[in-house]
C-alpha cells in the first residue's frame, strides 16, 4: 500500500521507527545498527530501512527538516502502516548553561514559533508532550551510558537563521534548546493516540557560541544518542 509520500507495504515497518532528519544517516544507522537491514522506502530519497537490532525489529527513516515534512512522515507512519513509537534522534542548539556540544536534551515538551498546531482548531494553546514511559526508559539508557544529559522543554522552531535570534528569549523559560521538529511529532502521536519521544545531540550553543564540534567528536556523541534510542525501542 502507498502512501503520497511513502512506497511501502504493511508490515515493512517495525511497530518502532527511529526518525534522524537526515536520510544519509537513516542509511548509516542502518548499515552500522542494524542486522538485515532492507530499504523500505526511498520516495524523495527519504530512505526508511527496517532491520534488527538485539533480534527486535527496529526501522529507521528520515523525517526531513522542519515541522511540515516530520508531519508528512510522522502522520503516514502512524495512521497507514501500523507505527506505534517514533523516536526522533536529531540534533539541537543548546539554550542552556549547563549543556554544551555532545549533551544529549530528552525533549520532555516542545513549544513552536510555527503554525502546526492551528489545524486542530483548539480553543487555546496545545503543549506538545513525549510519552512518559520512553522518556523514562531513555533516561535509564542515559544513566547507563553515563551521557550529560538534561530533561525539559524544547523550542521546535520554523527557522533556522532567525532574523530576531528569538533563541535566547526561549531560554529565559528555561527552554534547553532549539531545534525543528518535535512539536509537530508530538502532536501527531497525541492527534492518533500514538507514542513519540524526540533525543536529540547538542550539536552548536547558542550561549557558548565558540562550541563547536571536530568529526571525530560529532561521532562519539551521535553513536550516545543512537545507543540511547536503540536499547530504548527493544525494550517497547
Ligand atoms: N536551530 C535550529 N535547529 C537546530 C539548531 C539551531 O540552532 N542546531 C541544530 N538544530
Redesign the pocket.
Known amino acids: 500500500m502507498a502512501t503520497p509520500h511513502i512506497n511501502a507495504k504493511v508490515g515493512d515497518f517495525a511497530k518502532t521507527v527511529l526518525m534522524p532528519g537526515d536520510p544519509l544517516r537513516a542509511k548509516f544507522i542502518a548499515e552500522t545498527y542494524l542486522t538485515d537491514a532492507k530499504l523500505v522506502n526511498n520516495v524523495r530519497g527519504i530512505q526508511g530501512y527496517t532491520g534488527y537490532y538485539k533480534g527486535k525489529k527496529v526501522s529507521v527513516m528520515a523525517s526531513g527538516m522542519g515541522q511540515p515534512s516530520i508531519g508528512i512522515y510522522s502522520y503516514e507512519l502512524y495512521n497507514f502502516f501500523g507505527v506505534e513509537n517514533i523516536i526522533r534522534v536529531?540534533?539541537?542548539?543548546g539554550l542552556d548553561a549547563e549543556l554544551h556540544v555532545r549533551d544529549i536534551v530528552l525533549a520532555q515538551a516542545a513549544c513552536t514559533n510555527g503554525n502546526y498546531l492551528a489545524q486542530y482548531r483548539l480553543p487555546g494553546t496545545f503543549a506538545p508532550i513525549c510519552d512518559f514511559k520512553l522518556l523514562n526508559l531513555a533516561v535509564n539508557e542515559c544513566e547507563k551510558l553515563g551521557a550529560n544529559y538534561k530533561v525539559g522543554n524544547v523550542l521546535s522552531?520554523d527557522?533556522?537563521y532567525?532574523d530576531a535570534n528569538s533563541?535566547l528569549e526561549w531560554a529565559k523559560m528555561g527552554v534547553l534548546?532549539?531545534?525543528?521538529e518535535s512539536a509537530a511529532l508530538y502532536a501527531n502521536a497525541a492527534r492518533l493516540g500514538k507514542k513519540a519521544l524526540c533525543i536529540?545531540a547538542v550539536?552548536?550553543s547558542?550561549i557558548y557560541q565558540y562550541e563547536d564540534l571536530t568529526a571525530d567528536e560529532r561521532e562519539t556523541s551521535f553513536t550516545n544518542l543512537i545507543t540511547v534510542a536503540l536499547e530504548t525501542a527493544i525494550l517497547l
Open positions: 536529531g540534533s539541537c542548539g522552531s527557522t533556522f532567525d533563541g534548546g532549539v531545534e525543528m536529540c550539536s552548536d547558542l
